[in-house]
């Protein structure tokens, strides 16, 4: 069972910074697309941002110019770099390995961001 361990959760106030962090095995870094998605209270899971091994990014519009996602090859670690936060960008964070060419998807237990107004 491949394991994906995130970090960085917590309560951060309006206008505030957080970093996430996801640490995955080796052979699943170095070629998955890493990700971070997000899914608030009652609402389905969305996508934050993604990476690709190569190092292509993708964001979701509502967090372009606020968030940085990027990759630590060393470190086997995804972050998530999250500057300007609002109360919108309160829910739970999952960390994604995804290699689509053969519908794999693996999910981190999720960490919870809440930003207060």
């Known amino acids: 069972q491949v394991q994906l361990v995130e970090s960085g959760g917590g309560l951060v106030q309006f206008g505030g910074s957080l970093r996430l962090s996801c640490a995955a095995p080796?052979?699943?870094?170095?070629?998955?697309?890493m990700g971070w998605y997000r899914q608030a209270l009652g609402k389905q899971r969305v996508l934050v941002a993604t990476?690709?091994?190569?190092?292509?990014?993708n964001y979701a519009d509502s967090v372009k110019g606020r968030f940085t996602i990027s990759r630590d090859s060393a470190k086997n670690t995804v972050y998530l770099q999250m500057n300007s936060l609002k109360p919108e960008d309160t829910a739970v964070y999952y960390c994604?390995?995804?290699?689509?060419?053969?519908?794999?998807?693996?999910w981190g237990q999720g960490t919870q961001v809440t930003v207060s107004s």
């Open positions: 994604n390995a995804a290699r689509t060419v053969y519908g794999v998807n693996y």
């Open positions: 080796g052979s699943i870094f170095s070629v998955y697309t």
């Open positions: 990476i690709t091994s190569g190092g292509s990014t």
